[in-house]
């Protein structure tokens, strides 16, 4: 039986890492994998610059889309994917070997998975976060000056110069693809909720499939 491919993106800040680890605290383990954009990112050398000098990784080219597809078509066909961890240039991490498991649910997460061709056709299932763009400002502040030890004032410059340009372009057009939108201004625990009780259910209808074909 073919996993359910769901598809998750939304603006820089629009909460999607949080959004992602509550379904997977509601969901068996075995019967979910996540995959995410963000360990595809190319070499630091392989970046383009700005007209200021300054790499912007907020492009779909930033990301190896060939590497990203290939793995979740392996992950389709039931094999095991394992890739090394994107640690955004921090030097105070050390990278882990990060091993995927085919599972009957694949989260495809990040912000080009409906930009992406080769990607979006794979999806079951298409979901788009939103928030104001004052509250992405201050979650991306909170995340890049805490997990990835970059300076405000690059933070900020990035941004403006990057990641709000991005996600006017390839981003929000996109969100009348989406079969679920879900704002995330203070929470999203309605929405979530409502996915959530979906997956369930689509794993028990899965299990009784599986059921009635050995019977």
Not at 28 to 42: M, T, W
Not at 69 to 88: A, H, K, M, N, S
Request: hydrophobic letters at 35%.
């Amino acid at each position: 039986m073919q996993p359910f491919l769901v598809g998750i993106t939304g603006g820089s800040g629009s909460g999607k890492t949080s959004f992602i680890n509550r379904i997977r605290a509601a969901l068996p383990p075995e019967s979910l994998c996540v995959i995410s954009q963000d360990d595809y990112y190319r070499p630091i050398e392989q970046q383009k610059k700005d007209k200021n000098g300054i790499v912007n990784f907020d492009r779909p080219k930033s990301i190896n889309k060939k590497a990203f597809g290939e793995d979740i078509q392996r992950l389709i066909e039931g094999e095991t994917v394992v890739r090394p961890e994107y640690t955004f240039n921090n030097r105070e991490v050390q990278p882990k070997m990060l091993t995927f498991q085919p599972a009957p649910i694949i989260i495809v997460e990040g912000l080009f998975v409906f930009y992406y061709k080769n990607v979006n056709a794979k999806l079951d299932l298409r979901v788009f976060l939103q928030a104001k763009e004052n509250l992405k400002v201050i979650r991306r502040i909170k995340r890049d000056r805490v997990e990835r030890n970059y300076p405000l004032e690059d933070v900020l410059y990035r941004y403006e110069n990057h990641v709000l340009p991005t996600f006017e372009k390839y981003i929000k057009p996109y969100v009348d693809d989406a079969d679920i939108v879900i704002n995330n201004n203070h929470s999203f625990d309605r929405g979530i909720e409502v996915l959530i009780g979906y997956l369930q259910m689509l794993l028990i209808n899965r299990s009784l499939e599986r059921k009635e074909a050995f019977e």
